[in-house]
T-cell receptor, first 113, second 112 residues
Framework: NAGVTQTPKFRVLKTGQSMTLLCAQDMNHEYMYWYRQDPGMGLRLIHYSVGEGTTAKGEVPDGYNVSRLKKQNFLLGLESAAPSQTSVYFC????????????FGPGTRLTVL | EDQVTQSPEALRLQEGESSSLNCSYTVSGLRGLFWYRQDPGKGPEFLFTLYSAGEEKEKERLKATLTKKESFLHITAPKPEDSATYLCAVRTFSGGYNKLIFGAGTRLAVHP
């Protein structure tokens, strides 16, 4: 069981460039989440998904888009990167959003110049 | 406004020196409080879930407790391998979904 995996691990972008972060989980979880983590702040939810084909906005969705075409994958897209999107991005999954804990991936460190 | 505050921001302990980390919260409706451990360069790893005031959970040298306003993570006789950032998160229902609100974490360093 690999759990939750994320690619890439590191990325440097120039302002205005686009990219897609990939998250994959092998636990057959329905729920998947994208967070960002910034120094001195708690993890903040960007978008989430309650099942294949569904997505919804979290706390800080502006500048990001997501897709969940397959149950095991959750993609986070940046259409036009900005320096304010420099952060560490974590994907997580859970079997439900009520009782069970979330399992996190190792993170992607993104720098936007 | 829902809020989670962790203190202290950083804590340095000698090996064997017991201490506690604090997580205070103000939320409209608590649906669980979670503790995670995060090692440098890695994602958070689940430790405990607490649901009601008075509840306690233990795992090795860690013990988590919950009151109506705060949670404590007690570390008994810590070892250097306990060094990590400890995150507290509160689950509440807001904006149409169950959301986790994370604190900024406490960075714990245990020295031999």
């Amino acid at each position: 069981n690999a759990g939750v995996t994320q690619t890439p691990k590191f990325r440097v972008l120039k302002t205005g460039q686009s990219m897609t972060l990939l998250c994959a989980q092998d636990m057959n979880h329905e729920y998947m989440y994208w967070y960002r983590q910034d120094p001195g702040m708690g993890l903040r939810l960007i978008h989430y998904s309650v099942g294949e084909g569904t997505t919804a906005k979290g706390e800080v969705p502006d500048g990001y888009n997501v897709s969940r075409l397959k149950k095991q994958n959750f993609l986070l897209g940046l259409e036009s990167a900005a320096p304010s999107q420099t952060s560490v991005y974590f994907c997580a999954s859970s079997s439900d959003d009520w009782l069970n804990e979330q399992f996190f991936g190792p993170g992607t460190r993104l720098t936007v110049l | 406004e829902d809020q989670v505050t962790q203190s202290p921001e950083a804590l340095r302990l000698q090996e064997g020196e017991s201490s506690s980390l604090n997580c205070s919260y103000t939320v409209s409706g608590l649906r669980g409080l979670f503790w995670y451990r995060q090692d440098p360069g890695k994602g958070p790893e689940f430790l405990f879930t607490l649901y009601s005031a008075g509840e306690e959970k233990e795992k090795e040298r860690l013990k988590a407790t919950l009151t109506k306003k705060e949670s404590f993570l007690h570390i008994t006789a810590p070892k250097p391998e306990d060094s990590a950032t400890y995150l507290c998160a509160v689950r509440t229902f807001s904006g149409g979904y169950n959301k986790l609100i994370f604190g900024a974490g406490t960075r714990l360093a245990v020295h031999p």
